[in-house]
């Protein structure tokens, strides 16, 4: 027996309106197959596609998913089934879902599969859950499943930001294209330059320790130094050896 899925209240009552518009904010462009009439727009579609679910941090020629691309041209598959595809792809898989716990990575697919940021705490632990219950593949499912997502993008549109940001100079969020993949747990595990009793770098190389000889002579392996070294002098005496000997035969 599955666990239901937890319930959870809007942020506030806003969230039941339409989406709104800021003056001089451009409003986003909608990707859908019913309207296309070529092959460009149906490029400009997958690109949209993979901006919305990749943004520009993992949009490398590598990380394509060229079966599903030809699938969808084809008119094998949904745009719905193709935002599935990316998100449960091995790329996706490794550089989000590896490198976030639970509680960030759902945060990270309401707002790409959604459109809009999370309500509350309450909403994170409640997919997060799914998530730990049915795995990557279950999630994705039960989230494009949704009323929301199928009243919004049902299967033939890309999901978008449906909620308008303020302009960058205002102190508004920034869009969530912007925003990194990875949460403050995975950011404090990457490597800290060396910082001896020196304060925080202000110039460009200043995040670099000074080389001095002194330090390299007291850090440096010496045993390792020795045998690497012992090794290359019997390399070098046996390439002379066999110098000597090709010159004693052929001279």
Known sequence: MSIPLLEYAPFSQNQRVQGFEIPGDEQPRIYTTDNLLGNS???QLIMASYRQVYNEQ?????????FLESQLRAGQITVRDFIRGLVISDS???????SNNNYRFAEICIQRLLGRNV???????????????????????ELISTEE??????????????????????????????????????????????????PLPT?????????????FVNRANWNNTFVSLALALVFIILLLMLAEVNHQVWG
């Open 41 to 43: 727009e149906m490029d």
């Open 58 to 66: 993992q949009m490398l020629d590598s990380h394509r998913q060229r």
């Open 92 to 98: 996706f898989r490794r550089l989000t879902f590896d």
């Open 119 to 141: 309500y509350s705490d309450r909403e994170k632990i409640a997919w997060s859950i799914v998530i730990a219950t049915k795995g990557l593949q279950g999630f994705i499912d």
């Open 149 to 198: 997502y199928l009243a919004n993008f049902g299967y033939d549109i890309v999901p978008y930001q449906r909620r308008r940001t303020l302009p960058q100079h205002s102190q508004g969020e920034l869009p969530f294209a912007r925003m990194a993949r990875y949460g403050v747990e995975y950011r404090n595990k990457l490597p800290v330059p060396f910082y001896p009793n020196r």
């Open 203 to 215: 110039g460009l190389f200043d995040q670099f320790e000074r080389f001095t000889f002194y330090k």
